[in-house]
């Protein structure tokens, strides 16, 4: 089915009150100990998971509570990306997020978006600042479209406005 080819990581990461190997395997239940670890890796999760004391079998919590807010989204997008979406969405996914995790986030992002179709729902205009194309849309409507540089630079343009609410320069 379509749904199968899309991962989905939202604003509030829905971790499990389980172990890391089986809340990826919650995405895709085939998945081999290679897969999961591949996916933890483009998602920059592997290296604090391999230092927890049970690696991959160490319980997360409740919603991830044993983890830090940026280790629960890393975790959370692994898991998106360990059932190989062919469309990657990401409603809001660094928006609760210190500035460290989400560069380590946008890194993983920038790794893989040219294997997948990466759609990225932001108010913060620095999670899509390296993107493609950038769509702003204003009371359900799509009011701007282009490449994040074109439109910082036109004289009228929402995403100036907001860069400058936002103070990106």
Known sequence: TFRKRIGYVS????LFNTSVRENMLLASPGASDEDIEA???KANAWEFVDEMPGGTETVVGDRG????GG???RLALAR?????????ILDEATSALDSESERMIQQAIEAIAHDVTVVVIAH???TVRNSDTVYVIDDGHVVEEGAFAELVERESSYVRRMIAMQELN
Do not use: G, K, N, T
């Open 11 to 14: 604003q509030s990461s829905a």
């Open 39 to 41: 996916a933890l890796r």
């Open 71 to 73: 280790q629960a989204q």
């Open 80 to 88: 998106a990306l360990v059932r190989c979406p062919e469309i990657l």
């Open 124 to 126: 913060r205009l620095s």
């Open 65 to 68: 509570v044993r983890l830090s």
